[in-house]
C-alpha cells in the first residue's frame, strides 16, 4: 500500500503543468532544448550529490515554504541556461557578465563599477519580455575597512556621474548583517516618482576581510534622473578617489 502511495504522489507530482494554466515550448531567446527540473523543498543540508545536482541544473532549491500553488518542476534551457519558474510566472538566467540576456540590462546595472578581481555575477528575471528584476552581485579580498570606505566613494561617485538621486542609510542597516562589520545601503531615487525600491548594499567582513556589493532593480529598471552630468575629474576630486579608484570608475 505505502508504494502504491509513492508511486502515485510521483505520478501526480511529474503530471503538474510546467506552468501554471498553460505549457511553454520555448525559452526567450527562442531555444527549445527545454528539459523538466524538479524542485525540492524544505531546510535542506544537502551531501555532495545533491550539491552538484543543484549546480548542474538537475534539481532546483525551492525554499523552506511549500504552498498549493508551488511548483514541482522548473523548466530549464540546456542552449542558454534560463530558467522558468510557474509560481512567479518569470524567466531568469545567472552568468559571470552581463551579455546573452534576452532583455539586455538598464545602464545602471552596466555601468556599475565592479573591481576586476571580484567574483561577479548578473542575473535577470524577465516577464512577456520585459524584465521584472535584475541584479549584479560582487564579492572580493579588500585588504582593510579603508577599501570599504573608498569603494562607497566609488559608489557614490558613480550614481552622481550618471545623474542619479539615491538616498543612505548606515548604521541599522548592519543588524541584517549580523557578522559585518560595517555596511551601507543607496537607495535609489526616481526623479519623478520618488522611491523605486531599488538598492545598493555594500558590506564589510572583517575575517577573512571580505567586501561584497549588490545592485537590485525592480521593474524595467529605465530611472529618470535630472538632466546634467557632473564632469568626470570634478567628480574624482571631490571624493578624493585615488588613480586606481579612478580607473575602477572609469573615464570618459
Known sequence: MIVGLLVGAFSWYESRPTRLGRRISACPLGHNALRVVPVVYGLRNPDAEELHKLETHELVAGGCALGVNSPAYHAYCDACGYEYDPEFDCWERRNATPVGFAAGFSPIITAFPVPKNASTQYLQQIRNGLRVWQHVSSRWEAGSERDFEDTAKVIEANLHRQSLQFGISTPTYIGRYPNASN??????????????????????????????????????????????????????????????????????
Open 183 to 252: 555596511a551601507m545601503e543607496f537607495g535609489l531615487l526616481d526623479g519623478d516618482s520618488g522611491t523605486t525600491g531599488s538598492t545598493i548594499t555594500l558590506v564589510y567582513y572583517a575575517d577573512p576581510p571580505t567586501l561584497s556589493a549588490d545592485l537590485s532593480i525592480y521593474g524595467p529598471g529605465e530611472i529618470s534622473t535630472p538632466k546634467g552630468r557632473p564632469a568626470y575629474e570634478t567628480i574624482c576630486d571631490k571624493y578624493h578617489l585615488s588613480q586606481e579608484a579612478r580607473e575602477q570608475l572609469g573615464g570618459g
